[in-house]
């Protein structure tokens, strides 16, 4: 006596013992099959672990970081002064 993996009690057990972030994302598709659910849990870590490793490229803006943090050097207020056409010095 076999236990059936398409019984909505099997796929509710299934999803139950997911990671929570999962879980949440697979009751908005409403899962009706263990192999479709499957797929999708499995399309959701790959997505997850993608989206993860990307972010770990990217710095985050931090203003109390060194590079974003002013230095005494170059605080001196800077003029431009133009010349008109018309004027020879």
């Known amino acids: 006596m076999g236990i059936s993996l398409d019984s909505p009690e099997t796929v ?4 139950v013992a997911l990671h929570s972030y999962i879980r949440h994302s697979m009751l908005l ?3 009706t ?11 959701l870590e790959i997505r ?13 803006f931090n203003p109390q970081h ?4 002013k230095k ?8 431009v002064t133009t010349k008109k056409e018309d004027e020879e010095t």
């Open 72 to 79: 005494g050097k170059g605080k001196a207020k800077k003029t």
């Open 48 to 60: 997850v672990k993608n989206d993860k490793y990307d972010q770990s490229k990217k710095t985050p």
């Open 29 to 31: 598709f409403e899962p």
């Open 33 to 43: 099959t263990i192999d479709a659910t499957n797929v999708k849990v499995i399309h």
């Open 66 to 69: 060194d590079k974003f943090q």
């Open 12 to 15: 509710t057990r299934y999803v």
